[in-house]
């Protein structure tokens, strides 16, 4: 069963950047539609990014359009989330997730595999 690790969260300062990565078991990767989702305390789970199989489509929540970017190398297993600008409101525990679907969602219920999650704090 395909299993997923982020990595790449830290503590930053307003207006910078960080990317996020995906590392996935398997080949098999190449068969899922790929979503980031984040968690802030306090606030339930949010659809950040989508990629479809094949990076054919990507979805973005309209509060981190034009500043995140999320690509996909399925050769190397791995996905990743460019995220720049980062602002407070950007903290939060970020996941990648797995689904068999070819077509992107924001439902976490349509992601079947999840990694543990990589912490993300933006603070001046």
């Known amino acids: 069963q395909l299993q997923l690790v982020e990595s790449g969260g830290g503590l930053v300062q307003p207006g910078e950047s960080l990317r996020l990565s995906c590392a996935a078991s398997d080949l098999t990767l190449g068969i899922y539609t790929i979503g980031w989702f984040r968690q802030a305390p306090g606030k339930e789970r949010e659809g950040v990014s989508c990629?479809?199989?094949?990076?054919?489509?990507?979805n973005y929540l309209a509060a981190v359009k034009g500043r995140f970017t999320g690509t996909r190398e399925d050769a190397k297993k791995m996905v990743y989330l460019q995220m720049n600008n980062l602002t407070p409101e950007d903290t939060a525990v970020y996941y990648c997730a797995a689904a068999p679907r070819y077509y992107c969602s924001d439902d976490a219920s349509d992601f079947g595999t999840w990694g543990q999650g990589t912490q993300v704090t933006v603070s001046p």
């Open positions: 990629i479809s199989m094949a990076g054919s489509y990507t």
